[in-house]
């Protein structure tokens, strides 16, 4: 009897840490920092990408909470990874391949927000007036993939934070490394 009820309690305990990572996510809510990164993933930081693993998985920092990558477990080329929002939208991280370093994020989350507010679904000119003197607004072309977007772009340094525009509203929001 001593023994089945040790099982049985293994058993529950094994159940309930494994699906707290059938239900790890990006959070809900998350805080776009122009310039710098979104929920707590930072641009140029390291993000160990354990490409091998089936589902794949980032092996250490912010984004081991979330979990398994992607809705089919793998990432696009071995370093575009996204995962979905809970509430709708996604997050997209890209893991450099040699070094595991991240050199762009981007969302399509209605919940993440920049600091001064900004969300996907908002109009170009709230952007403008949020914004207002600190962006350009042009085509952009980026990535390893050569995406082409129409964007308001604010750059900083080495950094660029871009509203990807479709219609009059904001579709997505990017937060990237740009080349000097």
Known sequence: MRRCAGG???????????????HARPPRQATVIEGVGMAGVR????APL???????R?????MRAWGPVGLDGFCFEGSSCSWAVPGGGRVTVEIGVLDDRVS?????SRAWR???????GMSVGTVRD?????????????????????A??????NRTTAFEIRGSRVVAIWVFATRP
């Open 8 to 22: 049985v309690i293994l058993g529950v305990v094994i159940a309930a840490l494994s699906a707290g990572h059938a």
């Open 58 to 62: 980032v092996t250490s920092g912010v």
């Open 114 to 120: 920049t600091r001064r507010g900004v969300r996907v």
């Open 130 to 150: 949020r914004y207002r003197g600190e962006r350009r607004e042009r085509r952009l072309e980026f990535g390893p993939y050569g995406v082409v977007i129409d």
């Open 50 to 56: 354990d490409r091998e693993a089936r589902p794949q």
């Open 43 to 46: 641009i140029g930081t390291r």
């Open 152 to 157: 308001l772009v604010l750059r900083t340094t």
């Open 104 to 108: 762009q994020t981007m969302t399509t």
